[in-house]
């Protein structure tokens, strides 16, 4: 039996070898490929610890809404409107031969919507001047049906705020944010009557912050948001996640006039400083000095041979205003205003304009390479031709 067995042992025994070899071999190998698979699945699977910035956001903002919407209020105005029948009424010789005096005028009602916000109980209504302009009469209608007729306390062209009043009980008023905390990529809402369909919200970020647009004010950092705004939200609420007012919605950027995702709004902290003055003199004073000035750069000064320092170069000046008056020249460099150095023509403009009629400004100028302090009376500010 055991001579049978013995040609049997050696290539069995080889077998085994070699089986306990690729074991091993394979075992050792396929370890780190299960361990990154496991580790990588990890990392899938559950979020960094590091990482403090938070994606979530609320299923839905009906509580922001609800809480912001009743202040909201759409506003109907209507105006007379004189307009000439035709232009060959015009034509002097066209009258005479037809025995007109005068060219014939057909008078009709010109109706436009807009939106506003209740920010007081008390019956004051912050919407945009251009949504009230010149309008013979004003009706407001609130989101629980009630209408009634508006009056205007005041307006301010110059950042498109107006301030209207309504007497009538148990009114909504919106609360005010702070618009200090805003930052770029807040949820924002914006509530408002667009092209008259009836009050609508419409879900943006806050795409942009402190956005100068001179077309629209000189005095107004706008908020720059995507939350569509059409035609009839002007004057409606920007309010933020919480139902707070952050900005009263003004303009869009549109080629078509419809919502293209670039609308502005008036921060709530410029329109209530607007509001302040409105509400005591029906109107906004501002300091004002008459000059025109111009960033002075190196280019600028090489051309105009003049010193190249950092300053403002006066390019104009209003005849008989206070600068004018006091002794300020075209040519003359700004360099500091009351002990402050001046580098931006709007910085310079924002200071004067919180100044009021009869203060005093000190305006340190160069002229002729030399430093010269002219004492200025500030006076007020002329209302913009509309």
Same mark, same amino acid.
């Given at each position: 039996?055991?001579?049978?067995?013995?040609?049997?042992?050696?290539?069995?025994?080889?077998?085994?070898?070699?089986?306990?070899?690729?074991?091993?071999?394979?075992?050792?190998? =396929?370890?780190?490929?299960?361990?990154?698979?496991?580790?990588?699945?990890?990392?899938?699977?559950?979020?960094?610890?590091?990482?403090?910035?938070?994606?979530?956001?609320?299923?839905?903002?009906?509580?922001?809404? =609800?809480?912001?919407?009743?202040?909201?209020?759409?506003?109907?105005?209507?105006?007379?409107?004189?307009?000439?029948?035709?232009?060959?009424?015009?034509?002097?010789?066209?009258?005479?031969?037809?025995?007109?005096?005068?060219?014939?005028?057909?008078?009709?009602?010109?109706?436009?919507?807009?939106?506003?916000?209740?920010?007081?109980?008390?019956?004051?209504?912050?919407?945009?001047?251009?949504?009230?302009?010149?309008?013979?009469?004003?009706?407001?209608?609130?989101?629980?049906?009630?209408?009634?007729? /508006?009056?205007?306390?005041?307006?301010?062209?110059?950042?498109?705020?107006?301030?209207?009043?309504?007497?009538?009980?148990?009114?909504?008023?919106?609360?005010? /944010?702070?618009?200090?905390?805003?930052?770029?990529?807040?949820?924002? %809402?914006?509530?408002?009557?667009?092209?008259?369909?009836?009050?609508?919200?419409?879900?943006?970020?806050?795409?942009?912050?402190?956005?100068?647009?001179?077309?629209?004010? =000189?005095?107004?950092?706008?908020?720059?948001?995507?939350?569509?705004? #059409?035609?009839?939200?002007?004057?409606?609420?920007?309010? #933020?996640?919480?139902?707070?007012?952050?900005?009263?919605?003004?303009?869009?950027?549109?080629?078509?006039?419809?919502?293209?995702?670039?609308?502005?709004?008036?921060?709530?902290?410029?329109?209530?400083?607007?509001?302040?003055?409105?509400?005591?003199?029906?109107?906004?004073?501002?300091?004002?000095?008459?000059?025109?000035?111009?960033?002075?750069?190196?280019?600028?000064?090489?051309?105009?041979?003049?010193?190249?320092?950092?300053?403002?170069?006066?390019?104009?000046?209003?005849?008989?205003?206070?600068?004018?008056?006091?002794?300020?020249?075209?040519?003359?460099?700004?360099?500091?205003?009351?002990?402050? $150095?001046?580098?931006?023509?709007?910085?310079?403009?924002? $200071?004067?304009?919180? $100044?009021?009629?009869?203060?005093?400004?000190?305006?340190?100028?160069?002229?002729?390479?030399?430093?010269?302090?002219? %004492?200025?009376?500030?006076? /007020?500010?002329?209302?913009?031709?509309?």
């Amino acid at each position: 039996m055991k001579s049978v067995l013995r040609p049997l042992v050696g290539p069995v025994l080889y077998g085994l070898i070699l089986a306990l070899a690729y074991i091993f071999v394979v075992e050792r190998t =396929s370890q780190p490929i299960q361990h990154e698979v496991v580790l990588i699945e990890k990392q899938i699977t559950e979020p960094a610890q590091q990482s403090t910035v938070s994606i979530s956001e609320p299923v839905s903002y009906a509580d922001a809404v =609800s809480k912001a919407q009743p202040a909201v209020v759409n506003i109907a105005t209507s105006k007379l409107v004189t307009e000439r029948v035709h232009p060959l009424y015009e034509d002097p010789i066209f009258r005479r031969f037809f025995g007109l005096n005068q060219a014939p005028r057909r008078q009709r009602m010109q109706q436009s919507l807009g939106s506003g916000v209740i920010i007081s109980p008390s019956g004051y209504i912050l919407t945009n001047n251009h949504v009230i302009a010149e309008a013979d009469q004003i009706k407001v209608g609130l989101a629980d049906g009630r209408e009634v007729e /508006a009056q205007v306390v005041g307006s301010d062209p110059e950042t498109d705020l107006a301030l209207l009043f309504i007497d009538m009980p148990d009114l909504p008023a919106i609360t005010l /944010a702070n618009t200090e905390n805003i930052r770029v990529g807040d949820v924002v %809402l914006a509530i408002g009557n667009p092209f008259g369909v009836g009050q609508t919200v419409t879900k943006g970020i806050v795409s942009a912050l402190g956005r100068h647009q001179s077309d629209l004010s =000189s005095f107004v950092d706008f908020i720059q948001t995507d939350a569509a705004i #059409n035609p009839g939200n002007s004057g409606g609420a920007l309010i #933020n996640a919480y139902g707070d007012l952050i900005g009263i919605n003004t303009a869009i950027y549109s080629n078509s006039g419809g919502s293209h995702g670039i609308g502005f709004a008036i921060p709530i902290s410029t329109a209530t400083t607007v509001v302040k003055q409105l509400v005591q003199y029906g109107q906004v004073i501002r300091g004002w000095v008459g000059i025109e000035p111009q960033v002075l750069n190196p280019v600028l000064a090489q051309a105009l041979n003049l010193p190249n320092i950092q300053g403002l170069l006066v390019v104009g000046i209003a005849k008989n205003g206070p600068a004018h008056q006091a002794g300020v020249r075209p040519g003359d460099i700004i360099t500091h205003m009351n002990g402050n $150095m001046i580098e931006d023509p709007r910085a310079a403009m924002d $200071m004067i304009s919180n $100044m009021q009629p009869g203060e005093k400004v000190t305006i340190r100028v160069n002229r002729q390479n030399q430093s010269i302090d002219i %004492l200025v009376v500030v006076g /007020a500010r002329p209302t913009p031709h509309s």
